[in-house]
């Protein structure tokens, strides 16, 4: 089958007749007859039915209606994108992060790319630490961003960011006790200062969720200090007093013996000028 074969498919369509699609297309009718037999082979069923009246799809005519106009989108497709001067083939970079750090990170992050490097198709997924690094060591990813960074094999890591997590109250109220869950790293250092006792605080997996509890509630939490900066300096908010504090530094991470999109040094650097240029992180 090729492209003629269905172009010439859909014209008699149009057109109602052989004849007035041999003229449309500017071919003999011999020709229309032959394109339109072969195609019959090629799908071993029968089109048409001619008559006086003109020519009347098949069943499986009309079955094979939208396959062929599929064909034909498709290939104007190609001839377009062939004829760019400029075209790059679409590469497709996989990225991921744990779930705390999909807002606004990786979010960001893609927002990014997509202004920086247009042709660039990004797939992205938020999943546990664990599931992140499964899909990295079975190369189903091609980077992810963690808090915790674990030197495998054929892993590059880099830390791309130095964070912190502070113990900041409402003005409102300082109770309830917000509990986030910021990772197992966390988990354990803040069992071992017991601020307060997470078992009996409200729980939340997601900080901007806790986030937004505490600006309209009241309470206290633990959060990170570019996302509260702003609630701090309006007043908003305050920081406990001795209270201590946790580094919560970010990595980057992804092989070093696969294959990576061209443009993954790009859309690495893309990540980094947004960590530097931004002063605080929205809720």
Same mark, same amino acid.
């Given at each position: ?21 041999? $003229? ?34 098949? *069943? ?6 939208? /396959? ?10 190609? *001839? ?23 807002? /606004?990170?990786?979010? &960001? ?24 690094? #499964? ?6 990813? &091609? ?15 880099? #830390? ?13 109220? +300082?109770?309830?006790d917000l509990f986030i869950d ?16 997470? +078992? ?5 997996s997601l900080g901007p969720m806790?986030? *937004? ?5 009241g309470g206290n939490g633990y ?7 702003? !609630?701090?300096? $309006? ?12 580094? !919560? ?8 013996? *696969?294959?990576?999109?061209? &443009? ?8 980094? &000028? ?10």
């Amino acid at each position: 089958m090729d492209i003629e074969q269905a172009r010439t498919f859909l014209e008699i369509i149009h057109a109602g007749t052989f004849a007035r699609a041999a $003229e449309r297309l500017h071919v003999t009718q011999t020709t229309v007859t032959a394109r339109v037999q072969a195609l019959e082979s090629s799908l071993n069923c029968r089109l048409f039915v001619r008559n006086r009246a003109g020519a009347r799809l098949t *069943k499986s005519g009309e079955a094979f209606v939208k /396959p062929a106009k599929n064909m034909l989108e498709a290939w104007e497709q190609a *001839k377009q994108l062939c004829s760019m001067a400029d075209y790059q083939a679409q590469q497709t970079l996989r990225v991921g992060g744990e779930i705390s750090l999909w807002n /606004p990170i990786l979010i &960001d992050w893609l927002l990014t790319m997509n202004n920086d490097l247009p042709h660039l198709l990004v797939n992205s997924q938020v999943t546990t630490t664990d599931s992140l690094y #499964q899909s990295l060591q079975k190369q189903e990813i &091609d980077a992810i961003i963690v808090h915790s960074p674990r030197y495998l094999p054929s892993l590059v890591v880099e #830390q791309i960011a130095e964070e912190k997590l502070i113990h900041v109250a409402s003005d409102l109220s +300082q109770t309830p006790d917000l509990f986030i869950d910021w990772g197992e790293d966390f988990t354990v250092q803040f069992d071992r200062c017991v601020p307060f006792n997470r +078992q009996a605080a409200m729980q939340f997996s997601l900080g901007p969720m806790a986030l *937004k509890y505490l600006l309209a509630k009241g309470g206290n939490g633990y959060f990170r200090t570019r996302v509260v900066a702003q !609630y701090l300096k $309006e007043g908003r908010l305050h920081k406990v007093k001795g209270a201590a504090e946790f580094t !919560y530094p970010i990595y980057l991470v992804y092989h070093n013996n *696969k294959a990576l999109p061209d &443009d993954f040094e790009q859309a690495k650097k893309s990540l980094l &000028d947004g960590f530097n240029q931004a002063s605080h992180w929205s809720i």
